[in-house]
């Protein structure tokens, strides 16, 4: 059975070199996050930048932050950062 997470922060200073920020300073469902909870081997993760999805090359994600490296591009003050987290697991119910 899939669960979804979606976490949203903006982003406080205009970068063009890789940044991190603490999950701290992200919010799921409107309530400020403590971790990035569900990753692990049966879970998948997005990174949405101004709502567009980005490549799994250009970000690293830890219970406790996500680092994006633009790559020389410019990212804004105010840019909308979305980390979307899937986790799977399986149900077995018997006969």
């Known amino acids: 059975m899939p669960s979804n997470a979606l976490y949203l922060a903006f982003l406080e200073q205009t970068a063009s070199v890789p940044v991190t920020i603490g999950a701290g300073q ?24 101004n709502g567009v999805p980005q490549e799994q090359n250009i970000y690293t994600l830890t219970p406790t932050s996500v680092t994006i490296d633009p ?25």
């Open 26 to 49: 992200f919010t799921v469902n409107g309530v400020p996050a403590a971790s990035f909870e569900g990753l692990g081997p049966s879970a998948y993760s997005m990174l949405y930048l």
């Open 71 to 95: 790559d020389g591009a410019t990212l804004f003050a105010g840019t909308p950062i979305m980390v979307q987290i899937v986790s799977l697991s399986v149900e077995i119910t018997g006969s």
